[in-house]
Each structure stands twice: as C-alpha cells, then as structure tokens.
C-alpha cells in the first residue's frame, strides 16, 4: 500500500493543489490506518486486504479514544484515498464508501461581547517589549478586525498588505485567494509594527525574511505559537486563559452580524464555501439576544417559563 499511498500524497500535493497542512494530515491518517492493519494482519497490509470489517475496526479501536470529529476527518481521509484508486483503476470499489459517518454534535461558537473583545485588543499595548508588543497588537488586530484564520494569518508575507487601500491577500483554505478589508485600527497597529519589524527581522535569509509575523529569533510565527499569544492577552485583557483565535475570529462574524452586516459579505468575509457555515452566526446572534432580553426586562423570567423551549 505504501506506493499507492506516496502517489496518492503527490497528487493531493501537486494536482490537486492541497495545502501543507491537508497533505500532511492526509498521510498521517492513511499512515495510521496502515499500522493498525500491520498489527492485525502481522504482516504489512496489501490493498487485497482492505475490507469494510477491517476499516470498521480500524474506527472502533480510534473511537476508543478520539472524538466523533477525529473519527469523520479520518474516514474522509479513507473514503478519499480509496475513491482515487478506483478512479485510477488501481481498485474495483471504494471499501469506505458504504461505511456511516459518526454523528458530530455542532457547538455554537463562543465569542466574546465587544467590551472584552476590546480589552483584549489592547493588552499588548500594556506591555513595554517593544517590536514584539507591537508585532502582537497587529496580529490580534487581524484576528478580530478582520477575521482571519489562524493559519491565514502566519501565513501573510509583506508583499500581501495593501496598507494605502487598507485590504489584505489572503490564501484561505483550498489555497483559494480573497481579498480581506483592513479596518482603520488594523491599518494604524500594521503600520506601528512595520516601523519595528526590522528590531525582530535580525538576519534571517529567505523564506521567513518575507514574512509578515517574526518571532524574536526572526522566524516566522507557527499557528501554536499565535494560540500561545492570544492565551496570554486573553488572560491579561479579560481573565480568559483559554481564549483562542477561533473565538477571535467568530466574535468578528458575530458582531458584524449584529451591526447589520448581510450574511453573504460576513461569507466573503470569512472564507467560507458554503453559507450554512456562515449560517450559525444566526444561531449566536439570537442566543445574545435572549440572553440581553433575560437580564433587561422585567418580565423575561416569567415569560421565559411559559414559552415553550427553543
């Protein structure tokens, strides 16, 4: 199987186009797979070999300590291998096609009210380390403001900033491009931090030199590190250790929602295919506006009781 698989990774890599991260995630899934059935079979598994029951039990021995979420990417991970062995004629059938996803529950997405957001905004502005306070300023300022992923963010270069049109390029996932409006505050913290960047910069040489986020050493910043970061000012600006950019990111979604925004331009916005993802800010917003209801009117509670549940 390993051949099948090498060719399979190309593809995603070089035809398909896939990002870093997805190809990787790819090979570590099918790579799992392979040892659990090496371990079954005592032997190294051949493509003969694979089976629903042997999938199957492959997914029982992960449920035993992965979430459903784990398990439905790993299937797809499957389902996708063997779908282009049996494009490319390597296979008959797909062994994972017939098999169930696992029913994933959809958690609302926690976000912040724009008070705490606020604060937390300006905690690297309480900080006197210089580039590094100003270079964190910038980033959660994008974050929120402008509702980058994560890994959009870090993975910014200079050349990708339009400061004077206050917009930024984006390579969202797909490696599809969009371009981002900069908010007036976004646009000041960019401008702050570029002033500094060169104190962090030091002397490093291709690809980092063009990236748009360094860590002290002159490296460009990792997505755990940026999850370190926004820890940290969300502890310092609101008590909220466990802050992550995610909720950065739908907090931005929320708020644009509840100031008017149409849901197809928080879509653009976001980098979402599809609008049903878009779609569950609608779920938050209302959720706040109960909540707002509950603690305004003096009548909520009583009429709260006699409604029947949402």
């Known amino acids: 199987m390993g051949a099948c698989i090498e060719r399979f990774i190309d593809h995603l890599a070089h035809e398909r186009r896939a990002s870093p991260h997805t190809v990787t995630a790819y090979l570590r899934d099918l790579e799992g797979f392979c040892r659990f059935a090496a371990e079954r079979l005592e032997r190294p598994p051949r493509l003969g070999d694979v089976d629903r029951s042997l999938l199957r039990a492959h997914l029982s021995k992960l449920a035993e300590s992965r979430g459903a979420t784990t398990l439905g990417r790993k299937l797809a991970s499957l389902r996708t291998f063997f779908r282009y062995l049996e494009q490319n004629?390597?296979?008959?059938?797909?062994?994972?096609?017939?098999?169930?996803?696992?029913?994933?529950?959809?958690?609302?997405?926690?976000?912040?009210?724009?008070?705490?957001?606020?604060?937390?905004?300006?905690?690297?502005?309480?900080?006197?380390?210089?580039?590094?306070?100003?270079?964190?300023?910038?980033?959660?300022?994008?974050?929120?403001?402008?509702?980058?992923?994560?890994?959009?963010?870090?993975?910014?270069?200079?050349?990708?900033?339009?400061?004077?049109?206050?917009?930024?390029?984006?390579?969202?996932?797909?490696?599809?491009?969009?371009?981002?409006?900069?908010?007036?505050?976004?646009?000041?913290?960019?401008?702050?931090?570029?002033?500094?960047?060169?104190?962090?910069?030091?002397?490093?040489?291709?690809?980092?030199?063009?990236?748009?986020?360094?860590?002290?050493r002159g490296r460009r910043l990792g997505v755990r590190w940026v999850q370190k970061l926004v820890r940290r000012y969300g502890a310092l600006g609101a008590g909220r250790p466990d802050l992550h950019p995610h909720a950065l990111r739908h907090s931005c979604a929320t708020h644009l929602l509840e100031g008017g925004a149409d849901l197809r331009v928080i879509q653009e916005l976001l980098g979402h295919s599809s609008l049903s993802t878009t779609e569950r800010y609608t779920h938050v917003s209302l959720d706040r506006l109960f909540a707002v209801y509950d603690r305004a009117h003096p009548l909520a509670r009583a009429s709260r009781r006699r409604l029947p549940a949402r």
């Open 89 to 216: 004629g390597v296979t008959r059938d797909n062994p994972a096609a017939a098999l169930a996803s696992p029913k994933i529950r959809r958690k609302l997405p926690r976000v912040l009210d724009a008070e705490t957001a606020a604060e937390v905004m300006e905690a690297p502005r309480t900080r006197s380390d210089g580039a590094e306070s100003a270079r964190d300023a910038a980033l959660l300022e994008l974050l929120y403001g402008s509702g980058l992923r994560v890994s959009e963010l870090v993975g910014l270069d200079l050349e990708h900033l339009a400061l004077e049109s206050g917009e930024v390029r984006v390579l969202g996932k797909g490696n599809k491009e969009r371009i981002v409006p900069l908010g007036s505050k976004a646009c000041a913290a960019l401008r702050a931090y570029l002033t500094v960047r060169a104190e962090l910069r030091a002397k490093r040489t291709a690809p980092d030199a063009r990236a748009l986020f360094l860590s002290r």
